[in-house]
């Protein structure tokens, strides 16, 4: 199911793990990245048959941890930080004015899409709070207006 370049990496993952099974969550993040940006169950059951684990043991780790999706993303998935640095500065405000710019709440995907928004505990971008990450992109010291910016422009 990986294509050849993932499958090298996979197959240089298992490699360095004597036990395939401490190998699944940079596997699964792998999966997910092929499967553009969502883990099926038919991407679960290659992972635990990669790894030598029961499907069920998958299935544990991607709905325990939220940096797996089960449902596929918007275009552009924002990851807006809510930890307490973030706070302070009004990380819960600007995710607020995401979800109502969007008209969609964090964990859902817009009507046309385009974006999908995830609520963070932490980025690790205390120092230029609030902070998101868009895609693989960071946006520190974010405000209204430049979410407001943002979204227009990737709306284009």
Not at 58 to 79: A, C, D, I, N, S
Not at 85 to 106: D, F, M, Q, R, S
Request: proline share 5%.
């Amino acid at each position: 199911m990986f294509s050849k370049e993932i499958q090298n990496q996979v197959n240089n993952l298992l490699s360095r793990y004597p036990i395939k099974q401490n190998a699944l969550i940079p596997i699964l993040l792998l999966a997910q990245k092929e499967n553009n940006g969502w883990i099926t169950e038919e991407w679960m059951q290659h992972v635990a048959d990669c790894c030598e684990v029961p499907l069920t043991h998958v299935e544990g780790v991607v709905t325990f941890y939220t940096m797996f999706r089960l449902k596929p993303p918007g275009k552009y998935h924002l990851q807006v930080c809510t930890c307490v640095p973030c706070c302070l500065v009004g990380g819960t405000e600007i995710l607020e004015y995401t979800e109502k710019k969007l008209n969609t709440h964090a964990g859902y995907t817009s009507a046309d899409g385009l974006f999908s928004i995830e609520e963070m505990e932490c980025i690790g971008a205390c120092s230029y709070a609030p902070a998101m990450i868009v895609n693989e992109d960071y946006h520190e010291q974010v405000t209204p207006e430049k979410m407001d910016k943002l979204i227009d422009k990737l709306s284009k």
